[in-house]
């Protein structure tokens, strides 16, 4: 079967050891790849009680088999190991050129295990693979970081590497690749800090095959259309960014740590205002051709310097309207020291509107931070960023993540996540599926899992009433499992998103690649179980309904005035009936009789 | 005739009438009129207003204008 | 004239999809494989401008590769004046890859390989936003002046 590379890299930090071998194909077949054989290969391999910072815990830098192929929008490659921010198993993903640097070296997975002794980073060229002391880089940011081991191994290798804030173990830091691009949640870049491992250099000369060209040929004329359609034309201009709008119009913006759903200044940090002042060009991922991506400075006469890419949507509400920042200089110069310092902007936001919320409690005092820290206030929430990045003075403590903050102050309420994960962009209180899907989420407040937008708010296919709990279970459950195949294949949720067939598509793509027809059912299912490992996993390791939690501002306080005014978002209704359709216990676990339908052994 | 305010977004901004690039424009139509009334005085298709808000909660294309109402219209648009 | 690729930088977004596809062309044997190394146009970012730079041959009238070659593996197509390389002959000295002061000849495997200006082209099938056309050689000089500056 084509689609797959065939090899496994093993890489063992503790002695240094260095081993190929081929690929599971009986495991590959049964869970594709990315994010699903990766969940796969821990759940037999991993010991789960192990400390996520610890030697035992693996990482698996994974692609899947439709990686590199002419499948739209492939070049994505994810990261998997048991998070330090939740506690769970986690999938991290990320683009860039990376992704295909990886695959074309010739490896479908590279398993890490073990500590190194001193800082080193792994130097794959190709089939010649080898540890690197990384001793004189460690320390630097991510962008310096990259450039150094560019000039030290091949100016065509690709880099993605930890900061200070994986160095330093804040349980958000991420890894960036291809300056940055970033594999931002549940804290993988932290993982990599506590193997002393700094960054992974690859350059890939060999090619990935396919069975049947001509589905691929085809795939040029639909991504012409994808381009050419309103939301493709849309996300080519204003990217994620034009976000902020329909999100505030909708009365969805998560705003001042969730207790509204509107910001005022919203018109200062959009989609337009990003073209007008601080966009350099759009630029895309490999093989894809919606550019999303935004490249951009801060102009000269600016408070700050500094250049880049983004803010994306995500950023715009977590270090903007969240923390009720209006200035697209703060947000933008934030956004850059979480890329640099190698930090999820997402749970960085989430943890600076917990601080400023127990700072307007008073549970928090300027002298244990340092500084006050009011809502609004940009200069202090880059201070703060700062310190946390690079470990100093309260940041270590805000570097834990904001569940532990939050408790730590004793109002463990005022932090806006599920499993210890910050919320992503969209107010569930104005779109109740998304909280389900938060509280549902493998890896806690999640949105890239399943993300029910299309629905909920732009009604495509078929409309459906965003405040009401009616048919979100099941809704979700598709979204879920859809997304668990799309990423476990390698490719991005974007395009197959805004097309109405989006599935069936990635169906035929799938099936051009491996040789062997694949329908939309059987996408379907690949797709449920690789959901459903993840749940088993995360039973061993003692989750259950008892996790499956939304903080009660989503559930008890009502929705300020605008769209969905006085809503709130029904949780205990939906999960039950979510529970049902999975096919699981009351408890919210896999029954044996689905895990022996879904042929989960 | 009434006065209105109306806010574009996405690629609809193009269809803004001031020449200077503004967040916001005030628009004067007879009254009555409706959201549709004023898309039209806009050149906006109906297919194009995809979102419209009028005072912060969601209005349709026979919502009844009134003096001083805060009109928003957007695209279809996705976000992640 | 030579018909070749001509390359707009201004539209270019970095996708790389030109090279996925370029690739393809070249696959052989009946393999089907997306290969960015076997690409024939070659995209990269420049530092510090951050302009995206699609290298590809400008089927120069009066080559200088064909004139270094030490085996004649290259030679001009007289009718067409596109600038072919003979696989067969070629050593793989990389004489041709020095003289080319555009960048556009590359390394694949043993052998010299660079745009042949296929008939239909997928590279330019396959851009997004156009940045690729294939034009009759007329005007190279911005072309050239862009390739020098940007040289790989």
Redesign the interface.
Known sequence: MKGWMGTVLRVDLTDGSIVKEPLNMDLARDYVGGRGLAVRMLYDELPMTCDPLGPENMLVFINGPLT???ALSSGRYMIVTKSPLTGTICSSNSGG?FP?AFK?AGYDAIVISGCSNKPVYLWINDDQVELRDASAIWGTDTVVAQRAIKSETHKEAKVACIGPAGENLVRFAAVMNDDSRAAARSGVGAVMGSKNLKALAIR??????????EA??KS?TI??HV?ES??G???G??G?P??V???N???CMPTKNFQEG?FEAG?EI???EII?RTL????????????C?R?TRLPEGSKYEGRGDGP???TLFSLGSNILVGDLEEVTRMNYICNELGMDTMDAGATLAAAMELFETDRLTANEIGFSLEWGDGPAAIRLLEMIGRGEGFGKIAGLGGRHLAEKFGAPEVFMGSKGQGFA?YHPRGMVGIGLLYATSPEGGN??TG?T??RE??G?PEPMDPFSGEGKPEYVIQRQNETAFVESAGLC??PY??LEDGISLVAEFYSAAVGETYTTRDIMQLGERVFNIEREFNRKLGFSRKDDTLPKRLTEEPHP???GEGNVVPLKEMLEEYYRLRGWSNEGLPTPEKLSELGIR | MITVSIKLSGRLTRHYKSVNKQKTEWATIESPATVSDLLDTYGISEKEAHIIVVNRYKAQLNTILHQGDDVWVLPLAHGG | MARRIQFEEELCTNCHLCMMYCSITFSKDGIFEYRPSASRIRVSENEPSGLYIAHVCLQCPVPACMDVCPTEAISMDATTGVVVIEELECTGCEECIEACEYGCIFMYGETAIKCEVCDNPLCVQACATQALQVVDNEEIEVQQHLYRENRL
Request: charged share 15%.
């Open positions: 590199m192929t002419g050129y295909q074309c890939g000369s060999q090619g990935v095959r396919v069975t049947n060209p691929y040929l040029l991504s012409n381009k309103e939301l034309m849309a996300f201009e204003f994620t034009l976000f709008d329909v999100m119009a909708n009365n509107f018109d959009n989609g337009a007008d350099v060009r759009s630029k895309s991922c490999y093989g894809c051709a919606l550019n991506g490249n994306e949507y995500e962009g949105h890239t993300n937008i299309q708010l732009n495509i949720v974007f998103m805004l005035e605008g769209i």
